[in-house]
């Protein structure tokens, strides 16, 4: 067994991982900490490790960490010697409720995000609540944006939960925490085992994810935490579904309180452009055939993938993101 | 459509590929000639070439060369953007009869051959038998060394056919390349249907690669041609399979006289010690729970997967290799 973790989670959790695992000989790898280094030179710092180790085809690696190092372990597991087990314990909120399951792995490319990776099932996911108690503010808040859009794109009741108990989810009350993380990975295992490899429908667990990854490309990987990206993001895909007449203003306004209730930003950043916006949602994976399709709303609690909007739509919804915060 | 072809083959046969794709839009990236070039970072530039031309998850790359842009193209299409078609165009006999069927794809790492791979399936595999023509001996003999496996390890009246069509096969007669890339490519896809990720019987295939790789990576990648190691291998292999009382010590004379007609190495590098293969050959991928597994003979014709033999039998076998070549 190899356990993967970072900087930041190791010195907090990797003693109590490795004193459950006694009975077993365990290896660890340590990863520089942040979403600059999710590429394939730190990808490389773990087959360092395994081969160093001689691990062999029937090892299991512990992705012990975030989203960061969820994504990178489960890549590293899917292609080490063609493929060997992973474990993914998560350390963030983020990762408890989105990315440790469902089987997306992934590195980043500098020409776009999560360009390079596989999809790969872990054996088990392994979320401890309490870990959160040693989670920043700012990266509670990011876990929380993943956990709105599950209301947004699937569950109505879950939402309106959400609406009613937000203060207490983003104050770290652990059954407010208990409730979402159980409520998310419900949801979200029920559309990824409709379609793993996002041939349909999983695709509306992108929701604010196409706007989202061009803020982080453009601010560069880790300026912007993930969640907060995606945050703007709905806010942008719910600006435009209101144009297109699917909610109401007020729907936009109410998801851009929920969303300052805990603490997230809900506009894209200032200097970003229409183009800037263009240029970079046109190499994301949504884009097929040459025509984008985004992931929007067609009403509070439920989500469509279309391409089925004018190019004028688009762009009022970049112009009023950037001049008038909506 | 990516076409994936290197400096060496592009100048052949790149125009003649795309004269029969005028109807789809078709860019190309060329890589650098050589298995010393099969790494991560060579695989980075079909990353950047299919990124800054913007290719999406619809694209079908086109592997157009022998076994190092087949198994480099395969990985690639296995993780750009979680997984895009590919097809495998092999230009050599070695990739015509082995590494483009089966879908095994990978990268090296300098601490060990085809560390970083997956299990990937080609939408189709083209065989042209005229592109052998072009082919230096060096690398046609080393084709035969694995056409050789599959007589040995499944196909008793197949290895017949070769001891009487050596001299053919080994100076370029289509009738027998073509009989040779047929019976080769049957045989591995039927042991490749039984068990495509290699948990049991597809080990086989695997004659005389762990000494092979042990050789490979001595002498430095690219030194050895993949299928000169094996031959030497495979040689190895026999002679250990003899030690056991399997086949005689005629068989083995009998297999270095068929592979010396095919100008092939038969005893590994001279300066090749006991303790360098030892030591190579425990991380290769064949290791289990500690335990070096061989592929051995147990008649010509027929092989098994085993660790069932003494420390001592291996030993004499690599001391007869270095000291008696045979």
């Known amino acids: 067994m190899m356990i993967v973790s970072n900087t930041t989670v190791a010195p907090l959790y990797l003693e109590r991982v490795k004193s459950a695992l006694t009975q077993f000989e365990v290896d660890e790898v340590i990863l520089p900490d942040g979403e600059e280094y999710k590429n394939l030179e730190t990808l490389n710092l773990i087959f360092d490790a395994l081969l160093s180790k001689r691990h062999n085809r029937t090892t299991t690696l512990i992705a012990l960490g975030g989203g960061v190092v969820g994504d990178m372990t489960g ?28 089987g997306k792995t992934a590195v980043n490319h500098p020409m776009g995000k999560n360009m390079i990776g ?3 099932q872990p054996k088990a996911v392994i979320a401890d609540i309490t870990v959160l108690n040693t989670l920043p503010q700012r990266e509670l808040s990011a876990g929380i944006a993943e956990v709105v859009k599950y209301g947004l794109i699937c569950n109505t009741k879950f939402y309106g939960w959400l609406n009613a108990n937000m203060e207490a989810l983003a104050s770290y009350d652990a059954q407010a925490l208990t409730m979402a993380v159980e409520l998310s990975c419900l949801d979200k295992a029920a559309v990824v085992a409709k379609d793993e490899r996002e041939g349909g429908i999983r695709a509306i667990l992108n929701l604010g994810h196409t706007f989202g990854h061009a803020i982080e490309t453009n601010q560069g990987y880790g300026v912007w935490l993930h969640g907060e990206a995606v945050a703007a993001g709905m806010v942008m895909a719910a600006d ?23 603490q997230l930003p809900c506009i894209p950043p200032a200097e970003m452009s229409n183009q800037d916006f263009i240029d970079l949602m046109q190499v994301d994976k949504k884009v097929l055939d040459g025509k984008l399709r985004l992931v929007l709303l067609k009403s509070i609690g439920e989500a469509v993938v279309t391409s089925d909007f004018s190019a004028d739509t688009l762009h009022q919804t970049l112009a009023a993101g950037k001049q008038l915060g909506f």
């Open 118 to 120: 596989a999809f790969y």
């Open 240 to 262: 435009m579904s209101w144009r297109l007449g699917n909610i109401s203003q007020q729907d936009v306004h109410d998801l851009q309180s929920l969303l300052k209730r805990a």
């Open 75 to 102: 890549f590293a597991a899917s292609c080490y010697q063609r493929g060997v087990d992973f474990i993914q314990v998560p350390t963030t909120l983020l990762s408890q409720v989105d990315s440790s399951v469902g």
